[in-house]
């Protein structure tokens, strides 16, 4: 009893001295460091210093302060730092680390006392929440790190850890790495960025992390304020069975949002494709709800949308043309792709601009740590991509280049028509990246792509693709982080017609977009955050212009006036866990268009169709004036409820608008397809969308199934009239039709994730129509009626199968079946004042055959020794297994006064290849 109250005693007495009128100083900072500052203030004063120097950092100080107390300024100079300090009697100051020093002792510390003494301790406590931990031995292998400043005056129990996780290998970021307290609830996952969050109570936490192919970690963290930690994770070279914690993280279930799917880049590896060529365009369209109008179509068609609907991504910058040789290929270095996630059902606010879904790919970040590579070699292509270090952690070039050389192939056919066609592409990607320090990243990609080909000796195509994008991302502190982006789109073709004679042409058209983006994001805890920003984006189109090839030709120069436009948007989104089981993802979009002179608008006479007869009016607009403004909300809501842990069901509602539209005639998308912005006379498409799904989870995540249905209407959808000329038309607003539609359907999904067997099995039904009804009988189609939309394809089975035999040798199989799409034929034909006329049905009445198609591969990886010069992978596959002959296209010729159907088809036998990759 008289030894406590004897500490008591001590303890009174440093309060009383600590509250002694402090001696004022006089110091001045010039760019100093935290050593050479305390020095400064030991040289003008008679306080000491007790410190370890390499706790010290390597902040730098700058400031005059005058006749001011020195908690004043060791206040300032030690803030943002985990320094604290405490002042002793004869002016001596201790230094420490992350946490404080005490006068009092907790209440309780020494376990239960005599109730006098409680009250003699309780009567010298401030109101403080220290940090204690025990130190135990049998830990010694768990690192311990100590996070943030620890400040007696913060009544908080909780604090916010938050950082990147990367590659020790590479230094790109980790995605979808879970992070967990074992034993409570506690946890989260890095995002596709690799940053995380998590809330963590006041003091000693252990923190353990997990994900397929990357080895576990554990650490023993003491937070004592909000703080940032940063992990570097190697590889795991041992294939794991089993992930103990992967089980907390069933994504497809518990996250609020519907429609969402995200590719694994890497096992796409896996899937016969054509010519052995990797293509994620096409895993995609194995997936339930997105479709291609045929083999050999550029395109998606995303829940019964136009191809025209769905905004492609790469690295936050527009690519109009995402495929080679008309869809055969990808556009994009799949070696150099890191994520691509689609949104096909809820579209996060962030996005407007198209009305079907959003392809969100994300290229890597350049290996920082080493110089490192992939390539590969294939029949008529090939791939390589380069990581080049250029500071050693801080900033390295990513460099990838493709090309096709299938011009041999063309030569050598027997065919004489086809010995003088070419058909070849090459794209090339540069990206750097550089991370200043911890809170601030840049990120700058660069992007082009050609596509040259001939199939007839007089004509040359030519496309290309170009992007360029500019990110900063900036952490302001632990619960705010922002990102400023600057991107620049461009696509354009060219046609090259030289028939020998006197009327050779160029003809050409051109896209070109910028767009600026301010994104923010705010946490407010690990359960609660929010998204908001605001983006404003430039189009200008040259409709289309030709000019003569040489100086022999007779065609006449002429061109389309430019059409600008200016697209902003602000938005805000966040998700609420309302409880453990319902959860709402909400946003708003304001979108605002302003289509810009100079320019002419024609005015037409009312109660009569469009056309170059019916213009009464011409309306000469000058730069940057307002032609049209169109506009208004865009609501994103997403709800889902949790069932059971591996049950839940979820509903969505979107709006959404799109300013822009592809002008084509054609069944399928083609290089020639223009793009026309909204104006006077063609106004906005517009849609809405609903969904509900229910999404359950089998045998510890090993399966997942998935039932999602949705309802979509949408006004102003653009068709032509028949007959319609495209090319070169200064009055295309008379040649369109804008009407309604409509689309609905249900998609199953099943996956097996694990296990030496896996893939999934994908069923979609779906229906998509459209309707062209008007007051002028010349304008209606159909009767008025809704009818099938070109892309309208009830049934769609997509199976995809992986067998591993060993580590090394595995088998693979891709089947797909759709129904057939709508065609219109001819029906009949009459003579008229001696002339044959044909009669056709209605529009699109009819349907080609059905198509389906089998591809089989195998795959060889190298042995997976660490130390060796390359890692090895061989792709032997077989497309078209079967031999199927799928009809591309259906048309109609006139021989001996009859007319005959024929079909077109891209491979009508089976097309073997091998590819071989390597990495190193």
Same mark, same amino acid.
């Given at each position: 009893m008289k030894k406590l109250l004897f500490i008591v005693f001590l303890v009174n007495f440093f309060v009383a001295t600590g509250q002694q009128e402090e001696k004022k100083v006089t110091v001045n900072f010039n760019d100093l460091s935290l050593l050479e500052a305390l020095q400064v203030i030991e040289s003008a004063t008679d306080y000491h210093f007790y410190y370890v120097e390499e706790w010290l950092g390597d902040k730098r100080i700058s400031g005059t302060y005058t006749q001011v107390p020195l908690k004043t300024v060791l206040d300032e100079i030690f803030n943002k730092t985990v320094i604290n300090y405490y002042l002793l009697e004869d002016n001596e100051v201790v230094l420490v680390r992350n946490n404080v020093i005490y006068d009092n002792l907790p209440q309780g510390f020494f376990g239960r006392e005599i109730k006098e003494t409680e009250q003699i301790v309780q009567k010298t406590k401030r109101k403080i929440n220290p940090s204690f931990y025990v130190d135990q031995k049998s830990s010694r292998k768990t690192e311990t790190i100590r996070i943030g400043r620890e400040d007696k005056n913060n009544p908080k129990n909780s604090f916010t850890l938050s950082g990147l996780v990367t590659n020790m290998r590479t230094g790109r970021p980790i995605a979808n790495l879970a992070i967990v307290v074992p034993g409570t609830d506690v946890g *989260?996952? *890095?995002?596709? &960025?690799? /940053? #995380?969050?998590?809330?963590?109570?006041?003091?000693?936490?252990?923190?353990? *992390?997990?994900?397929?192919?990357?080895? %576990?970690? =554990? =650490?023993?963290?003491?937070? #004592? !304020? %909000?703080?940032?930690? &940063? /992990?570097?994770? %190697?590889?795991?070279?041992?294939?794991? &069975?089993?992930?103990?914690?992967?089980?907390?993280?069933? =994504? !497809?279930? *518990?996250?609020t949002i519907t429609g969402a799917e995200k590719i694994d880049v890497e096992e796409s590896k896996n899937i016969p494709l054509v010519l052995g060529e990797r293509d994620v365009f096409k895993v995609a369209t194995t997936l339930p709800g997105i479709a291609t109008a045929g083999e050999g179509s550029a395109g998606f068609n995303v829940r019964g949308g136009k191809t025209d609907q769905n905004l492609i991504l790469v690295d936050d910058a527009v690519i109009y043309s995402p495929q080679h040789f008309f869809g055969i290929f990808s556009a994009l270095n799949p070696f150099a792709i890191e994520d691509v996630t689609i949104y096909k059902g809820s579209i996060p606010a962030e996005y407007g601009g198209r009305l079907s879904s959003v392809f969100d790919i994300q290229l890597k970040d350049a290996n920082t740590k080493k110089f490192s590579g992939e390539a590969s070699i294939g029949p008529v292509t090939g791939n390589v991509l380069l990581d080049i270090p250029v500071i050693k952690d801080k900033s390295g070039l990513l460099v990838g280049g493709r090309g096709a050389y299938a011009n041999y192939i063309l030569k050598s056919l027997d065919d004489e028509a086809l010995k003088d066609s070419q058909a070849s592409f090459y794209d090339a990607n540069l990206k750097y990246t550089h991370r200043f320090n911890e809170n601030n990243k840049l990120s700058a990609n660069a992007y082009i792509s050609r596509d040259d080909f001939s199939i007839t000796s007089d004509s040359l195509y030519v496309y290309n693709n170009r992007l360029l994008s500019l990110k900063w991302d900036h952490t302001f502190n632990d619960k705010n982080k922002g990102s400023l982006i600057l991107a620049n789109s461009q696509y354009k073709f060219n046609i090259e017609f030289d028939g020998g004679a006197n009327n050779n042409f160029d003809l050409g058209f051109s896209i070109d977009e910028t767009e600026a983006k301010l994104k923010m994001n705010h946490a407010f805890n690990d359960k609660y955050q929010i998204d908001y920003g605001v983006s404003s984006k430039l189009y200008v189109i040259d409709p289309g212009s030709i000019d003569p090839l040489d100086d022999q030709s007779i065609v006449t120069p002429f061109a389309i006036p430019k059409e600008r436009a200016l697209e902003s948007a602000a938005f805000i989104a966040g998700k609420l866990d309302f409880t453990d089981k319902f959860s709402i993802d909400a946003g708003l979009r304001f979108s605002v268009y302003n289509a810009l002179g100079e320019g002419q608008q024609r005015v037409f006479e009312e109660g009569r169709p469009r056309s170059e007869a019916t213009v009464i009016n011409t309306l000469d607009f000058e730069k940057n004036e307002v032609i049209e403004t169109y506009g208004g909300p865009e609501a994103r809501v997403s709800a889902r409820y949790l069932i059971r842990p591996d049950l839940s069901i979820k509903a969505s509602f979107n709006n959404t608008f799109q300013y822009i539209h592809r002008l084509s005639n054609n069944t399928t998308v083609s290089p020639i397809d223009t793009w026309k912005l909204s104006d006077l006379n063609i106004e906005p498409q517009r849609a809405n969308q609903y969904s509900l799904g229910l999404y359950k989870n089998f045998k510890d995540d090993i399966y997942e199934l998935s039932v999602e249905g949705f309802y979509k209407t949408s006004e102003n959808i653009l068709d032509f009239k028949t007959g319609a000329q495209i090319l070169l038309n200064e009055t295309i607003e008379a040649e369109v039709l804008q009407g309604e539609g409509k689309a609905y359907g249900v998609e199953f999904l099943l996956k097996k994730n694990k296990g030496k067997f896996n893939g999934w099995l994908g069923y979609t039904y779906s229906r998509s129509f459209i309707k062209l009804d008007s007051q002028f009988p010349e304008e209606v189609v159909n009767n008025g009626e809704f009818f099938p939309s070109n892309f309208d394809k009830p049934h769609d089975i997509s199976a995809v199968a992986n067998y591993k035999f060993t580590k090394r040798f595995s088998l693979s199989a891709n089947f797909v079946y759709q129904t057939g799409r709508p065609v219109t034929f001819p029906v009949g034909n009459f003579i008229f004042n001696g002339s044959e006329t044909v009669v056709f049905s209605d529009r699109n009445r009819f349907r080609i055959p059905d198509f389906y198609r089998l591809d089989l591969g195998f795959n060889i990886e190298g042995n997976h020794k660490k130390k060796k010069l390359a890692h090895s992978f061989w792709t032997i596959s077989i497309y078209n297994v079967l031999g199927r002959n799928n009809p591309f296209s259906v048309f109609f010729v006139t021989e001996d006064g009859e007319v005959k159907s024929l079909k077109s088809s891209i491979f009508s036998i089976p097309v073997p290849s091998i590819t071989y990759n390597f990495k190193f």
């Open positions: *989260t996952q *890095t995002n596709k &960025d690799g /940053f #995380y969050q998590i809330e963590l109570p006041q003091g000693q936490n252990i923190i353990e *992390t997990s994900s397929v192919g990357i080895q %576990d970690s =554990k =650490k023993r963290v003491i937070i #004592y !304020n %909000d703080g940032e930690l &940063d /992990f570097e994770l %190697d590889e795991s070279l041992e294939l794991l &069975d089993e992930v103990i914690l992967e089980g907390k993280v069933s =994504k !497809n279930v *518990t996250e």
